[in-house]
């Protein structure tokens, strides 16, 4: 899932026909400066990150003079906001506003549908609307349709208490939003707050468009919007989860997917996700945390395991590598092991000092056993030992007394 | 007996001439699942292993009655393989493919409720009634290795475990009715809730387990399930991820059915669930074995 930034919701928002409020993204405070001069009247500064919560973390400020919008994008500009540094702000006129909306789209694993929420209490935070006003918060399950019939938003809005020529209003946004999340292939719209301006007018001040990263090969467009090393749901891409997309990128047989812990210290290379949870899941039972989670899907992997291993052990500080995953089915184990051992020999890893696990079951089993054992000192375990216990292990290693960082 | 599957079904399988498709399907054959066409656009007339191949799923199942479809389908083409067999009236369509759009998978479950076809999946593994038949990837060349005939039925949200609960319970000689992985993504076409039923209604199946996973309303809904009373059969659930309770938000892995939202989903939360509603609850995947075996009254070692 890719979270866009406000600037290119909003874009995605006013193509379809929404009224939003006019705003521009600006990289300087000179250009804050003239960006409030020309939207003129008071103006919201809001730093351009991929992640919520920016009002409640400080990245949101009102300025009521033009003159002081240098200093307050300079102040924004530079700034770390959640884990984002802050490159970009959206300088955005005020509305008179006179009510506010909350309207979403999203799907629902239990209707297995789109979803469509209004309130006509919008403006806040919606756990805070969930928690403090769940009545006033309606939902219903959309059919998955090219266009969305008006009538569903009519009755999304009469629910939510909205009547007479607004409700109209109200229903012609909502079916504009199912057009974005539609056409964009959303994963999430959100519209918080649509106003009700001076002039009874409906104006979005705020867009959050997630996009569902499953269907990029039919949106060329967004590799313009998106950077793909910009994030990984929360903070920016670690230099070795960069590292980690180039590898990937060098064969589109198989596909790789990699998270990297600041506090952890043993390398965690157990695939399949469910696997990867266990294993995990146990690690921080035992009072460890993995440094690294990686998965990697079917396809030509050998190269792909060598190029991550090399990558992953050539962070600082690790104590151990505990690899494998669960039993197989699709690929031949003794393929997997071949670029794990390859790397571990090449960077001369003495398994007797740096304590590394296998546990890979499945096809190939007795060929990578063979294999492992090129690199003195490993241990190996197949399907007899269980994902836990092949964790108990290397933690028990990693726990000897007298060792140290690889 | 077992769900869904057994040695009488008859599959087509879509996609038949990839390389994925003719690994498996040799599997397939030599396990004894009753394969009877297959479908490559494009390449009608073929022979594939024997079995006829079609260009059209209306060919094949106006040559041959067809009970199961599955898709060895790449996720972007994924939509128009489903829509295919739905339409041609393929009462089960089991969907493998991972990347599936979410929009594509809304359409596919949509016109599957539309046409009365249950849809597995997408990524999902596949499924197997041990000793009957199988699909998709599951058991892989050596299913006999993992899995046993016995009364143990199980549905995993993750592909992988479900195979290493099957090998689990095998090596203690607890045999299983019929695995189904039922797909890791956030919209799937059958959950937990969906299949209980089919295994509460089979005489060979005395215990169900669950492996669930963080996101979604899968393991919630299981639980009001149980708690209604209309699974009256022990189901003994674990459910990975507790440990992503302690990361930031936002941060997701492998399946991106694991992507919390919002708080929702947490696993934390689906265990009590389940446990309120009288499922055995496994802390560690150790415990599943044991707790099953006292359900079936074996003891617990």
Known sequence: MTRLLEHQSLLLLEAAGVTVAPYRAVDTPAAAAEAARALGGPVILKALVPAGGRQKAGGVTRITEPADAASAAGRLLGSTLGHFPVTQVLVQACVDIREEYFCALTFDSVTRSPVMLFSAEGGVDVEDLVRDRPDALVSRPVEPTAELPPFVGRELGAAAGVSGQRLLDVADVLTRLYAVFRNNDGFLVEVNPLAVDGAGRLVALSAVVVVDEQAEFRHPEWARLVDPAGSNGWRPLTTLERAMREIDATDAGSAIRFNEFEDGAIACMMTGGGSGLVTFDHLRRLGETPATTFDITPGRVEEKMYLATKAILSRPGLRGLVAGGNISNFIPIDVKVRGVVRALAELGVDAARFPVVFRYAGPGVESAREIAAKVPGIEFYDERVSLEEAVERIVARVREPGRGPA | ?301
Do not use: W
């Open chain 2, 1 to 301: 007996m077992s769900i869904l599957l057994d040695e009488r079904s008859r599959v087509l399988i879509q996609g038949i001439t990839g390389q994925q498709a003719r690994t498996h399907l040799k599997y397939m054959l030599k396990y004894g699942t009753r394969v009877v066409a297959g479908v490559a656009p494009g390449k009608g007339g073929v022979d594939v292993d024997g079995l006829p191949v079609y260009d059209t799923v209306h060919a094949a199942v106006r040559n041959h009655p067809v009970d199961i479809a599955v898709l060895f389908i790449p996720g972007r083409a994924a939509k128009d393989a489903a829509l295919e067999a739905i339409e041609n009236g393929v009462p089960l369509v089991v969907i493998l493919a991972e990347g599936v759009p979410h929009h594509d998978t809304a359409e596919i479950l949509a016109r599957a409720r539309a046409c009365g076809s249950r849809v597995i999946g997408p990524n999902a593994q596949g499924m197997i009634s041990p000793g009957k038949a199988k699909l998709g990837g599951t058991g892989g060349q050596f299913p006999e290795r993992m899995y046993m005939r016995g009364p143990v039925g199980i549905l995993s949200r993750s592909g992988g475990m479900g195979g290493e609960i099957g090998s689990a319970l095998t090596r203690r000689g607890i045999g299983q009715s019929t695995y189904v992985s039922i797909g890791g993504d956030l919209l799937i076409g059958s959950s937990f809730a969906d299949l209980l039923p089919l295994y509460e209604a089979d005489p060979e199946t005395r215990v169900v387990v669950l492996f669930g996973e963080p996101g979604t309303g899968h393991e919630e809904a299981a639980a009001e399930l149980i708690a209604s009373g209309r699974v009256t059969k022990p189901v003994v659930a674990f459910v990975a991820g507790e440990a992503l309770e302690t990361l930031p938000r936002g941060m997701s892995f492998g399946h991106t059915g694991g992507l919390m939202a919002r708080g929702l989903g947490s696993p934390r939360r689906k265990k009590q669930v389940l446990r309120d509603a009288g499922a055995l609850v496994a802390e560690r995947f150790g415990d599943l074995p044991p707790l099953v075996a006292r359900a079936l009254g074996l003891g617990s070692s």
